[in-house]
């Protein structure tokens, strides 16, 4: 099971509430949680694999080819569509959950530079060098267990 879950349960700040709001959900399960709840239903949980690393790279990725392709996307689904789904929510609010880069701000720069000149050096700063990751992505291994009783 791969989930976005909580990994820091500091209060979300107004752009992380603006962001839950644009994408219509804002998950507060930790890892923790999920493993109970699988439990609960009869799994016996094997392994966890924190993957936020490498689902904050998919999304910086994506985000970067989201501005590459931005003409050929417009010319094929609109303006309005790509403002509204690429732009606001690939490139504006999903970098926000997943920014554990483990970039300076220069290498950011350097591998994401599309980001970086759409959404400007500060938002691109405050988000992978001094906003806390709050939310990650969990990774659980776990098997249904047959009750034979």
């Not at 209060?11 to 804002?26: D, G, I, N, T, Y």
């Not at 998950?27 to 949680?33: A, L, M, Y």
């Not at 994506?62 to 689904?77: F, G, P, T, Y």
């Not at 720069?109 to 060098?129: C, D, F, H, I, L």
Request: negative net charge; aromatic residues 12%.
């Amino acid at each position: 099971m791969e989930d976005f879950t909580v990994q820091n349960p500091e209060p979300e700040s107004p752009e992380e509430l603006e962001a839950c709001s644009s994408l219509r959900f804002c998950s507060k399960v930790s890892t923790s949680k999920n493993c109970e709840l699988l439990e609960t239903a009869g799994f016996q949980v094997e392994s966890y694999i924190n993957r936020t690393r490498e689902w904050s790279e998919f999304v910086w990725a994506r985000a970067e080819q989201s501005l590459s392709l931005r003409s050929s996307i417009v010319s094929l689904h609109g303006t309005e569509v790509y403002s509204s789904f690429y732009l606001s929510q690939a490139v504006q609010n999903i970098p926000k959950f997943y920014h554990d880069l483990g970039l300076s701000a220069a290498e950011v720069e350097g591998k994401y530079p599309k980001v970086w000149a759409e959404m400007g050096e500060n938002w691109v700063r405050t988000w992978t060098q001094e906003v806390p990751q709050k939310y990650g992505g969990s990774h659980i291994v776990a098997r249904k267990v047959i009750n034979l009783e």
